[in-house]
C-alpha cells in the first residue's frame, strides 16, 4: 500500500473532487458508505457474546474450560489487537500515495471485514472441540486485530484529514455519527430484538445466514466510502520536503500533550462506562426487565430511549457553534448521569427505565455527534504545537485504549456471568430430550407448542449484576466525565493556530524556492484542472465512440457536455451565493438582536458590560499569549530534535 505508484491508475481515484465538502461526500462517504462496516460492528458488539454464551454455550465447555475461556480468550485476544492498533498507526503515518494515508486502508479493508465476519459464526467443526476453540480465537482476532482495525483507525481519521473547516469538518462529523448511531441502530436495536432475535433463538445455523449477509453488505459499502472520501489535509503537504519523524517521538508528542491526554482518558472512560452497557443490554432485558428474547423490550428500550439521537441530529450542532464543543457535551454528561440514576433506582419499572434512558441519551447527543469534531481540533493543536501530524499515532492509542478496554469488559462480564452462577437457555430439542437434567431451574416462561427457546429464572446475583452492567456504571461514568470536560479547552484557539500552521507552510515552500499558493487557491486551481481534465478524457472517448457508431453526433455529444457542465457549475455557484447570503442574514439578525439588548440597558449597565468583556478579552489574550509562548518554545524543541536525527 505505501509504494510509490501502486495506486496511481484511474480506476481507484477519489470520486470528490472540489475544494469544499460536497453534498455527495457527506451523503455518501460519510453516511451511507460506513453503514456497512458499522451495523456489522454493532451487530457483533451486541450479540457475538450472546452467541458464544447462548447459542455455542461456551460459558459450559467441560470442566476445565467451564467460564474459562470466555474470560480468557478475549484478554489474550486484545492484547494482540491492541499491538496491530499501534503497528497500523504507525503505517498510516508513513504512507504516502496519490489516494492520500488513510483512504487507501479502506480499500483493503473492505474484502477483510466479509471474510472476517463471516468466520466468526460458521464453525466447521463441534464449538466444544480443541480445534472449534482454535477457530473462534483465529475468526475472533482476524475480525478485530485486523479487519475492522485497519476500518477503524482510517475511517475514524478520515474527518480530521477531510478538512481544516471547522464548520465542513463540524458537519462531516454530524454525519458520520448519523451513520454509526442512526443507520445501525435502527436495526441493532429495532429490527434486530423485535424480529430477528426471536427468530434466531439458539439455532446456530440461521445465525449463521443472518451474520453472513451482514458480512457480505460491509463490502460494497466500505468501496463507497473509499471512491466518496477525500484527504484534502494531507494534499496540503504535496510536495513539501518530507521528513522521517521517528515513531517514538509521535508518540512522544501525543501522550505529553495535555489536551489529547485529558481526550484519551475521557475516551477511555466513557469506553468502559458504554461497553459494560452494551454488552449487558440483551441480558438485562431478558431477564430483569422483560423475558427472553420477548420481542418488545429491548426494543422499546433502545428505540424509545433512542429518540433523541434522532430529533437531537438537528439541534447539537447549532448548540455547538453557538455554546462550544466542550461546554454542550460537558452538560449533556450531566443529563446522561441523571437518567441513568433513574433508571438504576427504578430497574424493573419499563416506564420509568425508558423516560431515563431518553434523558440519558439527550445528555449523550453532544458525545455522539460532536466529541470527533473535538478530537480533530485536538490534533490541529498538537500540529500547531509539534510541527507535525501525529493522526496514525493518536488515533492507533485512541483504537488500543478501545480494544483493551473493551476485552477487559468483556472478560470481566464473562467472569462475573460465570462467577455468579449464570444459567444459559436451552432449544426446546434439547430441553424435550432431557428434562430432568434442568429439574433444578425454574422455567422463565411456561413451554407451549410454539415455544422455540427454554431461558430459566436468574439468580439475585446475576440479576444485580446485570442491572449494575447497564445502568449503574455509566451513572458514574458520566458524573466523572463531566468533571474531566472543564479541563478541555482546546477549541478557544484553534483558529489562531490554524493560521499559525498555514504561516509555517508558507515559510517552508518559500525557503525550498518555491511559489506559494493559498490552500483556497491552490484547491480552485486543482477542481478547475479537474474539470478540464474532465472534459479532455470524455472527448477522447468520445471520438472512439463516434467511431463505433455513425449515429452519435460529436459536436452534439460535446454540446451536450457543455451544457450540462455550465449547468452544473451554475447551480454550485447559486448554492455558494445562497450559503453566503444566509450567513450574512444570520449576522445581521444577531446585531440587530444585539443592538436591541443594548438599547435596553442604563449607562451603568452598558459599562458594566464593557467593563467585564474587557476584562474578558484581556485574560484571554494574555492565557494565548502564554500558550503561545510555550507552544512554540515546544515546536523549536521538536524541530531542532527532528534536525539531529535527520
Not at 491492541?82 to 479502506?106: E, F, H, S
Not at 438485562?284 to 433523541?308: E, M, R
Not at 486543482?526 to 481534465?533: R, S, T
Request: glycine share 6%; hydrophobic share 45%.
Amino acid at each position: 500500500m505505501a509504494k510509490k505508484g501502486l495506486l496511481n491508475a484511474r480506476i481507484f481515484n477519489s470520486q470528490v473532487h472540489s475544494k469544499n465538502v460536497t453534498g455527495k461526500e457527506k451523503w455518501l462517504g460519510y453516511l451511507l458508505g460506513p453503514c456497512g462496516a458499522l451495523l456489522l460492528n454493532a451487530v457483533l458488539g451486541t450479540y457475538l457474546n450472546i452467541y458464544y454464551t447462548d447459542v455455542l454455550n461456551l460459558s459450559g465447555v467441560g470442566f476445565f474450560w467451564a467460564g474459562s475461556f470466555l474470560v480468557l480468550f478475549p484478554l489474550i485476544s486484545k492484547i494482540v489487537d491492541a499491538i496491530t492498533n499501534v503497528v497500523m498507526g504507525y503505517i498510516i503515518d508513513r504512507t504516502k500515495t496519490k489516494q492520500g494515508k488513510a483512504r487507501p486502508w479502506l480499500l483493503l479493508s473492505a474484502p477483510l471485514l466479509t471474510i472476517s465476519g463471516i468466520m466468526l459464526f460458521v464453525i466447521p467443526a463441534n464449538a466444544n472441540s480443541t480445534f472449534g476453540l482454535i477457530w473462534i480465537v483465529f475468526s475472533y482476532n482476524l475480525f478485530y486485530s485486523f479487519a475492522f482495525t485497519i476500518y477503524n483507525m482510517s475511517h475514524n481519521l478520515m474527518c480530521p484529514l477531510s478538512t481544516r473547516n471547522i464548520l465542513q469538518r463540524g458537519g462531516l462529523s454530524v454525519f458520520n455519527q448519523i451513520a454509526s448511531i442512526m443507520m445501525s441502530g435502527i436495526l441493532v436495536a429495532l429490527i434486530f430484538p423485535m424480529l430477528i432475535m426471536p427468530a434466531l433463538g439458539v439455532d446456530a445455523s440461521k445465525w449463521i445466514l443472518v451474520m453472513s449477509i451482514l458480512s457480505a453488505l460491509a463490502f460494497p459499502l466500505t468501496l463507497l466510502e473509499y471512491y466518496f472520501t477525500k484527504e484534502r489535509v494531507t494534499e496540503e503537504q504535496k510536495g513539501q520536503e518530507e521528513k522521517k519523524i521517528p515513531f517514538l517521538t509521535q508518540l512522544k508528542i501525543v501522550l505529553t500533550d495535555k489536551y489529547m491526554m485529558l481526550m484519551l482518558l475521557y475516551f477511555l472512560i466513557y469506553t468502559l462506562g458504554s461497553s459494560l452497557k452494551n454488552i449487558g443490554l440483551v441480558y438485562y432485558c431478558n431477564y430483569v426487565l422483560g423475558t427472553y428474547q420477548d420481542g418488545i423490550t429491548q426494543t422499546l428500550v433502545s428505540v424509545l430511549g433512542g429518540i433523541p439521537m434522532g430529533i437531537g441530529i438537528f439541534a447539537v450542532w447549532p448548540l455547538a457553534k453557538k455554546f462550544g464543543k466542550r461546554n454542550v457535551t460537558l452538560f449533556g454528561f450531566l443529563l446522561y448521569a441523571l437518567g441513568s440514576a433513574m433508571c438504576w433506582i427504578f430497574p424493573t419499572n419499563l416506564y420509568l427505565v425508558l423516560v431515563g434512558q431518553f434523558i440519558k441519551n439527550i445528555g449523550g447527543l453532544p458525545c455522539a455527534y460532536v466529541f470527533m469534531a473535538l478530537f480533530a481540533d485536538g490534533l490541529d493543536h498538537v500540529e500547531w504545537k509539534s510541527g507535525i501530524r501525529c493522526d496514525g499515532v493518536s488515533m492507533s492509542v485512541y483504537n488500543t485504549i478501545a480494544v483493551a478496554v473493551i476485552g477487559i469488559v468483556t472478560a470481566i462480564f464473562n467472569g462475573l456471568l460465570s462467577a455468579t452462577g449464570y444459567i444459559a437457555p436451552v432449544t426446546i430439542a434439547e430441553y424435550n430430550a432431557n428434562p430432568s437434567a434442568y429439574s433444578g431451574y425454574i422455567l422463565q416462561t411456561a413451554i407451549t407448542e410454539s415455544t422455540k427457546t427454554v431461558a430459566f429464572i436468574q439468580n439475585s446475583a446475576v440479576y444485580n449484576f446485570f442491572i449494575f452492567a447497564f445502568v449503574g456504571l455509566e451513572t458514574i461514568t458520566g458524573l466523572v466525565l463531566a468533571g474531566l470536560l472543564v479541563f478541555v479547552s482546546v477549541e478557544k484557539t484553534i483558529e489562531r493556530k490554524h493560521k499559525k500552521i498555514i504561516e509555517r507552510q508558507k515559510e517552508a515552500c518559500l525557503a525550498r524556492g518555491e511559489e506559494w499558493i493559498e490552500p483556497d487557491v491552490k484547491a480552485q486551481i486543482e477542481e478547475e484542472n479537474f474539470i478540464k481534465e474532465s472534459r479532455e478524457i470524455f472527448i477522447e472517448e468520445l471520438k472512439v465512440k463516434c467511431q463505433k457508431n455513425s449515429k452519435l453526433n460529436f459536436d452534439e455529444e460535446v454540446k451536450k457536455y457543455d451544457d450540462k457542465a455550465a449547468a452544473n457549475a451554475l447551480k454550485r455557484e447559486n448554492a455558494k451565493k445562497a450559503a453566503e447570503e444566509k450567513e450574512a442574514l444570520k449576522k445581521q439578525k444577531g446585531e440587530q438582536k444585539l443592538a436591541a439588548k443594548l438599547a435596553k440597558m442604563t449607562p451603568e449597565q452598558l459599562a458594566r458590560r464593557e467593563e467585564k468583556l474587557a476584562l474578558k478579552t484581556k485574560r484571554d489574550e494574555e492565557a494565548w499569549q502564554k500558550e503561545e509562548v510555550k507552544g512554540e518554545a515546544y515546536y523549536q524543541k521538536i524541530q531542532a530534535e527532528l534536525a539531529r536525527k535527520q
